[in-house]
């Protein structure tokens, strides 16, 4: 059994990383792992109060490891955090991995994350935020992407049988 994602899910607060990966992983049969997870098991707390108690800086060294541990020993679909990508060192080991970019814009974004609770980026002026950090990351996301999925106005059910196509042979 490959140790290698099946499929790596990058995207905006909001795209439907999570949702969409959880339906991908089921559809195609295999285990679903969301590094965001992975570091709050790592840390022992929820992000948020990562960010609080030790800072973004500290967050975002935890997240490389994160993702590299990840990439290194998921066999299914992979969901990396929506600002995983700023790593120079998270893009460059995503080369050679099947990468598919959700792209979602503005209003379904902010749909879907509501008022950014749970979301430290999103604190304060979440719709201001959110449209900057998806004008800074959309570049980075296209850079490591081998597809993208527009996933608005989309159940993730539709979202994951496209990606399943795909992925197809």
Do not use: W
Request: charged residues 25%; glycine residues 10%.
């Amino acid at each position: 059994m490959s140790t290698r994602p099946v499929c790596v899910l990058v995207g905006a607060p909001g795209s439907g990383k999570t949702t969409v990966g959880q339906a991908l992983a089921a559809e195609l049969g295999v285990e679903f792992r969301d590094t965001d997870v992975d570091i709050e098991r790592l840390a022992g707390k929820p992000i948020p109060e990562i960010f609080v108690d030790e800072g973004e800086d500290h967050f975002r060294t935890l997240e490389r490891a994160a993702v590299a541990a990840a990439l290194a020993s998921c066999p299914g679909v992979l969901a990396l955090g929506g600002g995983a990508i700023l790593a120079e060192e998270n893009r460059a080991a995503l080369i050679g991995h099947t990468v598919v970019h959700l792209s979602v814009e503005l209003p379904d974004a902010v749909k879907r994350v509501g008022l950014g609770a749970g979301r430290p980026l999103l604190a304060i002026n979440p719709r201001a935020t959110l449209k900057h950090l998806m004008e800074q990351r959309r570049p980075l996301y296209a850079e490591v992407a081998t597809a993208t999925v527009v996933t608005d106005g989309r159940t993730p059910e539709e979202i994951a049988a496209e990606i399943a196509a795909l992925l197809k042979p």
